[in-house]
């Protein structure tokens, strides 16, 4: 019991979940409704306001400009295709609504009059006006991956869409035609007249050759030749060339083997020369030798020394070996000869190679501006045959249409119904654009609504416990019965008051609000009218004494009441009126003079007070606003217990939170707030607190509803009731 009395709930973190969204809708589902439906009807008239649009479309096909344009000097196979312009489809669309093509349709369908007669009231437009309609009306499109273009035309006339698409695919196609028609006249009279200046350039090179001929004497016997007959060709060049390195290299090696002989003696030479040359007289005079030697070895065996036989022999030896050496001697002389010829064969053969190319190049340089002015003449007249073919390729471009560049592959037809306004898409469209224009309204009036909507809101910006929970519609449970549907949110709160007592002899209890029309009477008539229903005795002072309601409510008079005891004019017990309901007495506000102001702040007010609570057991006083007048702040400073009304969606929290203030400043005992006015159809958070006690009571029979029903005091089940209460009967 403790832990309830007084104490504020813990700031929570606020936090938004689907079932929040969802009870924002369900809360403002007439402004959803609302706004769903005027967008739908506005959609759906617009749709059908709008006029019909027919729509046709003709499709070309469009190619570049290809390689065998005047821009480009190469023709035939050898042309270079003119590179991809990733910029081609979006140039053509330009040309297209350009007023080169659009002027030429608009001249063809005369639409500054036809136009002037539909939508200018008979006035011819001028061609600005008329193109700026008919390119609103255009739509151009690629066909993707290909070289087509589609041409859609909108119009209320069916055939006159069809005709305009045409006439513009026809005059772009002709646009193309007529530009690369002027393009190649301008470019061919340009060829012609580079033509006309080669030719000349040409003459005029001719004529200096044969100046330059005659100063100079070059002899040239060949008209194609482009520089002067050397004496040695390449092919002699390199031949001789060749013939100096074998020779040289012959000469060397008959040198070194000439060297390599002179290091022997004759002995040696008489072995070896035999070997290298293949002197036949040196072989056969080696060979008699041999036979000699043979000879003088034989007699020797026969004959002593001094025989004429072996001394003819000796005689023999000798003579040959001199013959032999000078035969050697001989050879020596004819390899150095031959040594000495060949190296000088190898010198001039050098020598007259380097000549002839010295006379060569000099031969060069004393021609070569001769030579330079035939060459110039060659390329002069190698351009001049291009011109003349590109002349010829050019004058064939001109004899044959050049219809290709732009093919109209698909001509425009009428349509069959209208495409314009699509009147399922426009209403669909409305429908959704609706329903989200009014969620969204509905979640924006949300944002900027501050007042107070559920009781996080209550327990996060007030910092203080909610008594009760009161449903909308509410009526007076003095009318409606004990076993009213609404009593049992009125015993709620009448329990959490109980209970936020801490002393058992408050009892005095004054209800407040901030603003009027929160719902004050009504809820402090029915609280004390719950705590009758116990069996305590209970009095209602109505103390808003500008605007006193309790009496309407009860349906009593106010002629004498609060005001008359206070001004001493009647007693307690002649103020004091009975009501309908058991153990309720009611004291009305009276009649409020004007001088009288500011008398519930009197001694006579403390004083009366004081008697009241020795003669009942609760007293409930219903207050003025509290931000309206001053009143409001005396009784709540002066009463035991203060409750603080809110109604559901109505005040800003500022203006709330700024009335509990105003209470806790003038020392009031504030022990919590009431909620009022909740509709528990569109917000499920406050069902448990009204609706499930609606379902539980009042969904079984009669009999079951008897048994369970509360009874007076006095009654068996009752007494568990009051002690719950805490009362204390005193009468």
């Known amino acids: 019991m403790d832990s309830f009395k007084n104490q504020p709930a813990p700031q929570q973190e606020a936090k938004l979940h689907f079932l929040d969204y969802w009870r924002i809708i369900r809360i403002r589902k007439a402004i959803i409704i609302t706004v769903f439906l005027i967008t739908a009807i506005i959609a759906t008239a617009v749709t059908f306001i709008l006029p019909e649009s027919y729509s046709s479309t003709c499709r070309i096909k469009v190619e570049g ?3 065998g344009d005047i821009s480009s000097m190469n023709s035939g196979p050898s042309a270079v295709m003119t590179p991809y312009d990733p910029f081609f489809i979006q140039t053509t669309f330009e040309i297209i609504q ?9 001249n063809q369908l005369n639409l500054n009059v036809e136009w002037g007669k539909k939508y200018n009231n008979g006035e011819t437009l001028k061609s600005t006006e008329t193109m700026e309609v008919l390119k609103r009306r255009m739509v151009l499109q690629p066909v993707r991956n290909t070289k087509l273009i589609s041409i859609t035309v909108y119009s209320d006339d069916k055939n006159e869409a069809a005709r305009l698409a045409n006439t513009v695919a026809t005059a772009y196609q002709e646009y193309r035609l007529g530009s690369r028609k002027e393009l190649t006249v301008g470019g061919l009279n340009v060829l012609e007249q580079q033509f006309k200046e080669s030719e000349a350039n040409i003459e005029k090179c001719q004529t200096n050759i044969d100046y330059l001929r005659g100063k100079l004497g070059i002899v040239d016997n060949d008209p194609n030749s482009l520089m002067p007959t050397p004496t040695l060709s390449q092919q002699m060049v390199q031949t001789y060339d060749q013939q100096m390195i074998d020779g040289e290299r012959t000469y060397k090696s008959l040198q070194t083997q000439l060297q390599e002989l002179k290091g022997y003696d004759n002995e040696k030479l008489r072995d070896v020369l035999p070997t290298v040359t293949g002197d036949s007289m040196l072989s056969d005079l080696l060979g008699k030798l041999n036979v000699a030697q043979q000879t003088y070895a034989t007699y020797t065996n026969d004959y002593s020394l001094a025989d004429l036989h072996i001394t003819r022999v000796q005689s023999t030896i000798s003579e040959l070996k001199k013959e032999i050496d000078d035969r050697v001697t001989g050879i020596m002389r004819a390899l150095e000869s031959e040594v000495k010829s060949k190296q000088a064969a190898v010198e001039a053969l050098r020598a007259s190679v380097e000549e002839a190319k010295l006379n060569d190049q000099q031969e060069q340089e004393r021609g070569q501006p001769y030579w330079d002015e035939k060459r110039h003449l060659e390329n002069l007249q190698e351009f001049n045959k291009q011109l003349a073919a590109k002349i010829e390729l050019t004058k064939l471009d001109l004899s044959i249409p050049a219809s290709s560049l732009v093919t ?10 209208p495409v314009k306004p699509n009147k399922a898409l426009n209403i669909g469209l409305g429908l959704v654009f609706g329903l989200i224009m009014g969620v969204g309204l509905a979640f924006f009036i949300e944002y900027l609504d501050t007042s107070v909507k559920t009781i996080d809101d209550v327990e996060r910006a007030f910092q203080a416990p909610v008594l009760g929970v009161i449903p909308q519609n509410v009526g007076i449970l003095a009318d409606e019965g004990p076993e009213s549907k609404h009593a049992e949110a009125y015993r709620v709160l009448r329990t959490n008051i109980l209970f936020s ?28 009218t719950v705590f009758a229903q116990t069996g305590q005795r209970i009095l209602i002072v109505d103390s808003d004494l500008r605007r006193p309601t309790l009496h309407k409510l009860l349906k009593v008079g106010n002629n004498i009441g609060l005001t008359n005891y206070l001004l001493k004019q009647n007693t307690i017990a002649e103020v004091i009126q009975t009501t309908n309901v058991p153990n309720l007495d009611f004291m009305a506000s009276g009649k409020l003079p004007n001088s009288s102001m500011g008398i519930l702040g009197s001694g006579q007010m403390k004083e009366m007070v004081s008697e009241l609570k020795q003669r009942y057991d609760y007293i409930f006083f219903d207050s003025p606003p509290i931000l309206g007048v001053s009143d409001a702040s005396i009784l709540a400073s002066e009463m035991d217990l203060v409750v603080q009304i809110i109604q559901y969606r109505r005040y800003p929290q500022p203006m709330n939170i700024r009335a509990k203030q105003m209470i806790e400043k003038v020392g009031g005992n504030f022990v919590g707030i009431v909620l009022n006015n909740i509709n528990m159809s569109q917000d499920e958070s406050y069902y448990y607190y009204s609706g499930y006690y609606h379902d539980y009571y009042y969904s079984r029979n009669e009999k079951e509803q008897e048994a369970e029903a509360p009874k007076p005091v006095g009654q068996p089940g009752a007494a568990g009731d009051a002690a719950a209460a805490g009362i204390k009967q005193k009468y």
């Open 501 to 528: 007592r801490k002393d058992d002899k408050l009892n005095s209890i004054v209800v407040v609000s901030a603003g009027a029309g929160e719902g004050k009477s009504t809820t402090t008539l029915n609280l004390a």
């Open 98 to 106: 350009s007023q080169v093509v659009l002027s030429n349709v608009i």
């Open 65 to 67: 400009e290809g390689p």
């Open 408 to 417: 109209i592959t698909d001509y425009a037809q009428p349509g069959e119904v």
